[in-house]
């Protein structure tokens, strides 16, 4: 199956239904397939040929979605590009791809003028909305003019539809080739997994350049419905979710916990969300316990990447699972752990996760070394290191090549220490990962001076900004006389990481120090303000005349107080301290 037959199918079957969802607008099924093949054949009339690449710089809606769509059903390769990305990458891609057009968002025209149009002096360069430049086409006037039946291409399931962008070793972006049936086995896999159905509301946080099908591929697959919002507000995706009774959110575990205060409200009703899946950034035991006694309703990890089309390891949505772990193998995929030698590691045995599988990608666009080296043998060779207990759940250790996910974004220590070494004043420079609470990972730099050089902190992260992605930039950085050296004058990274770690456990506890002499104040302020109350009810109670204490008004109060405590003080600790303050009451009434 091809993405184009999973539309036509999904069309035919159910023309009038909402297939895509934005805030203020929405597409049924005949509507998306009719503006799908309206500018696919605006492509084919261009000059599109087969496995031409066209780039797209839109941002995250509809429009992107058709845009994609229409690539595809005319036989094309969409590349989608990351616009957050640095000249330097932008150049990479922009060269790798040679896109036969570019579609657009007029706001992303400067960064055509620069790396597209000296390649293409001829390309195509499609605009979305009113704004043009010389020689632009109009994305809407091809979808308004353009014939609306589809293309009679015979696609094939083993054709390219699309380069999901990674990075490299070195921060260089590769585009892992995607076909067709690459999509078709891992939306299958997913779909069967987490039980998906045609009546479930999709909403997939991720970012439109990096795995854009998963905001889409399983809602068409099943005749679903996708919603597409670009925005990252907790309210605002709450809002949606509660609106548009949205069933399947998958996102990084750092999107759900920024929804924790929105339930604690209460304001917005989460009912309909049965399927919370999160990958991207590995999610402790104790974060999944949290989401559970909020939300009610069981949190789904999963592992997933770019060469692997996305999941590829998952929670089961019901039956047994495992907080901490990545859960089992999804449907079409094999999954194995190999240790030294290359050898099928044993259970409980520390290994480099290695899949294999239909949805497996066939390797990196025009990166041919790139592409034997991680798949020579058929299989994906992770980089990531776990282990598997013996009853078949898988549980993340770490990365072998040092690699961070930053809020689910990859970042590489070796290209932010290339970076840093480029810095005029710096000598030497080691990036270490350090956990995060919100962003699952950040990068922390250790930094010496050139000699006669005063290096200051936030200079070189100024720097850092104009030459990386702004998710790169180290968060913190440390400026050494000299690093550390192990033996053969090699950078002690592990001493490093002990640094940072210790650091961090001294910053932490700081932070906790300073938060109790907050909270001392605030019992202070709060007992002085009761004692003004209970002053005020004295004075009054002695004008009416009536009695100022009462055993049993005691008595009615710890009990009250003992009945709301939902911490973790014990209820004969809070007894004590409410007596001492009740006697202060009796106090100020003699």
């Known amino acids: 199956m091809t993405l184009d037959s999973m539309l036509e199918r999904a069309a035919r079957s159910n023309p009038d239904k909402v297939a895509l969802i934005e805030i203020n607008k929405q597409l049924t099924y005949l509507d998306f397939d009719n503006q799908v093949s309206a500018l696919a054949n605006g492509l084919l009339n261009l000059g599109i040929k087969p496995g031409d690449c066209v780039a797209t710089l839109i941002p995250k809606s509809i429009e992107a979605v058709v845009a994609f769509m229409a690539i595809v059903r005319a036989g094309g390769i969409a590349a989608p590009i990351n616009m957050r990305q640095k000249a330097d990458a932008l150049r990479v891609n922009f060269k790798q791809i040679n896109p036969f057009a570019v579609i657009a968002d007029p706001l992303y025209y400067p960064i055509i003028n620069k790396f597209y149009e000296p390649i293409q002096p001829q390309g195509r360069v499609i605009l979305t909305g009113t704004t043009r430049t010389n020689g632009s086409i109009s994305y809407e006037n091809l979808i308004e003019s353009e014939s609306t039946r589809s293309p009679e291409l015979k696609l094939k399931d083993t054709q390219i539809a699309y380069l999901n962008y990674t990075s490299g070793t070195t921060g260089i972006p590769k585009g892992a080739i995607t076909t067709h049936e690459n999509l078709t086995w891992n939306t299958k896999g997913a779909v069967e997994t987490f039980k998906m159905n045609s009546e479930d509301v999709h909403l997939c946080m991720f970012s439109i350049y990096a795995h854009p099908h998963e905001i889409f591929c399983r809602s068409i697959y099943l005749g679903g419905t996708a919603v597409i919002l670009d925005s990252m507000y907790p309210k605002t995706i709450a809002r949606a979710i509660d609106e548009f009774k949205v069933t399947c959110v998958m996102a990084v575990p750092p999107f759900f916990r920024s929804l924790f205060p929105v339930i604690k409200s209460k304001r917005f009703d989460f009912s309909s969300l049965r399927i919370p899946e999160a990958g991207g950034v590995y999610s402790p ?102 282990r598997r207990d013996e009853d078949g759940f898988y549980y993340f250790l770490g990365r072998r090549s040092g690699l961070m996910k930053v809020a689910g974004m990859k970042v590489y220590p070796q290209e932010l220490e290339q970076c840093l070494l480029k810095h005029p004043g710096i000598a030497e420079a080691a990036v270490v990962s350090l956990p995060d609470r919100l962003r699952g990972e950040i990068p922390k730099a250790f930094v010496s001076p050139k000699p006669g050089v005063e290096l200051d902190e936030n200079e070189i992260r100024a720097y850092c900004r104009e030459n990386i992605a702004d998710y790169k930039v180290p968060t913190q950085i440390q400026i050494f006389s000299e690093l550390p050296k192990g033996e053969g004058g090699k950078i002690a990274y592990t001493e490093l990481t002990q640094t940072a770690m210790d650091d961090l456990a001294d910053s932490e506890l700081k932070s906790m120090q300073r938060r109790i002499h907050s909270v001392d104040s605030k019992i202070l302020d709060l007992l002085n303000a009761r004692v003004e109350l209970v002053q005020r009810i004295m004075s009054l109670r002695n004008k009416m005349d009536l009695p100022t204490y009462s055993a049993e008004r005691s008595d009615e109060i710890i009990a009250r107080v003992i009945e709301e405590n939902k911490g973790p003080i014990y209820d004969a600790a809070l007894e004590e301290i409410y007596k001492k303050i009740l006697a202060l009451d009796l106090m100020i009434q003699m």
């Open 285 to 386: 035991p104790e974060f999944c316990q949290e989401f559970e006694d909020l939300f009610e309703k069981r949190f789904l990890p999963v592992w997933g990447s770019t060469e692997t089309t996305g999941i590829a390891l998952a929670t089961p949505v019901d039956g047994d699972h495992r907080h901490g772990s990545l859960g089992k193998p999804v449907k079409g995929y094999e999954v194995q752990v190999l240790g030294a030698g290359g050898r099928e590691a044993s259970a409980d045995e520390t290994g480099e996760l290695a899949i294999s599988g239909p949805g497996v990608v066939q390797g990196y666009f025009n990166l041919p070394e790139d592409s034997e080296r991680v798949f020579h043998t058929g299989v994906c060779r992770t980089g990531d290191m776990v």
